[in-house]
């Protein structure tokens, strides 16, 4: 997230035995050699947690699958162990994500802590053995053309408050560390930067203020839905979206990354007028990444007749998103070769040098 003996269930359909380990390759060994450029002309795939809308979310293949599809980055959420190891994992608690309750032998390690206010039980993530941020990254950097990595600080205040490293170190420290240690760094679209493409992205914006002081890599802050608060300011959505705090959090971020029935409401499933939130956020230089698209009916409002297509097209097209959190990196893939194929090879790396120049100028 190091001893990790037990293998979650949706890890153990994936991979034989848990003496494999590491699956992947630490630091990365295999071949490098000229890539394909990450696109810049079209708003960004960014495979949810892999292609977790195919695999099991946060897993290698997940991860491998959705760069077979054509994502331009992959997320994930980085947690800590109690032990200090950095992985990926959405949950704190493992109950939703393996069959851990069926174990009785795990039973006296159930807890119960304060989690963003409210008390969480269940079995937190310890020693078991998860995909390890490193890991993740490897997979990145091992892929056949350039793809970026978006890792997510994920519950920052609780990994503080549980897990101490040493020196007096942060969780955040622990998180930019293991990025300088693959070659992270650089600012939006700057030649380090394009070379091995990064965004971090957090709930809690004063660890976003923190890690810029320790990187000029683009920040993301993301927004949850209107009735939560920040984890660590206690801040409400109407005080995230002012003009006010947008002015304040855009000179630490390049941009946000908003729920998307925040930015669209719905009632009853059936959209109703978009809120000025993309408008006011582009007038600020900041991009606009939405969470999350997928496939399935239930989650494909009525105006989009079961197509996610359809979809994809509205938030593109009509409400002028700069990226997509999508759990089908495939179908968000598909849509964008038909209505927005790349150009070839060469003028790509034109458009890249155009994009550098014009991002220099802009931060000039």
């Given amino acids: 997230m190091g001893s990790r003996c037990f293998a979650p269930i949706i890890f153990l359909s994936l991979v034989a035995v848990c003496a494999a380990r590491p699956l992947y390759p630490l630091p990365s060994k295999l071949a490098q050699g000229a890539k394909q450029p990450l696109q810049t002309s079209r708003p960004y795939n960014i495979a949810h947690r892999g292609s977790n809308g195919e695999l099991p979310e946060e897993t290698g293949p997940a991860y491998m699958r959705a760069i077979e599809e054509g994502a331009d980055f992959i997320e994930g959420d ?7 190891v950095l992985v ?17 032998k795990f039973a006296d390690r159930k807890r119960t802590y304060m989690v ?6 269940g079995y937190f993530i310890g020693k078991y053995p998860i995909i390890t941020f490193e890991e993740y990254i490897s997979i990145a950097l091992d892929a056949p053309r350039v793809v970026g990595i978006y890792p997510e600080m994920k519950n920052p205040v609780f990994n503080n408050e549980h897990v101490k490293w040493s020196g007096g170190r942060r969780y955040e420290d622990i998180f930019m560390e293991t990025l300088q240690k693959y070659g992270y760094k650089g600012s939006y679209l700057s030649k380090d930067w394009l070379k091995q493409p990064v ?34 300011t206690n801040q409400t959505y109407s005080e995230i979206t ?9 000179n630490y971020v390049v941009g946000i990354g908003p729920w998307k029935d925040t930015v669209v409401p719905v009632v009853n499933e059936y959209l109703q007028a978009p809120t000025d939130l993309v408008a006011r956020a582009h007038a600020r230089n900041l991009q606009v990444h939405p969470y999350t698209y997928r496939n399935e009916n239930k989650y494909l409002h009525f105006e989009f007749h079961q197509d996610p297509y359809q979809e994809y097209d509205y938030w593109i097209n009509k409400i002028g998103v700069d990226g997509l ?3 089908f990196t495939g ?3 598909r849509y964008q070769e038909a209505s927005s194929p790349l150009p070839n090879a060469k ?5 890249h040098k155009i994009a550098a120049l014009v991002s220099s100028y802009k931060n000039g």
């Fill in 78 to 84: 980085i947690l800590a162990t109690k032990d200090g």
């Fill in 88 to 104: 990926c994992a959405h949950d704190l608690i493992l109950d939703d994500t393996t069959d851990v309750k069926e174990h009785k």
């Fill in 116 to 121: 963003q206010g409210s008390n969480m039980t």
């Fill in 199 to 232: 965004f971090i992205q957090s709930f809690a914006p004063t660890s976003l203020v923190y890690v810029s002081n320790l990187t000029d890599i683009p920040l993301l802050f993301l927004i949850d839905d209107v009735t939560v608060v920040t984890e660590d």
């Fill in 242 to 250: 002012s003009d006010a705090y947008l002015n304040y959090i855009k």
């Fill in 325 to 327: 959190f999508t759990d």
């Fill in 331 to 333: 179908s968000l893939h």
């Fill in 347 to 351: 003028a790509s790396s034109v458009l």
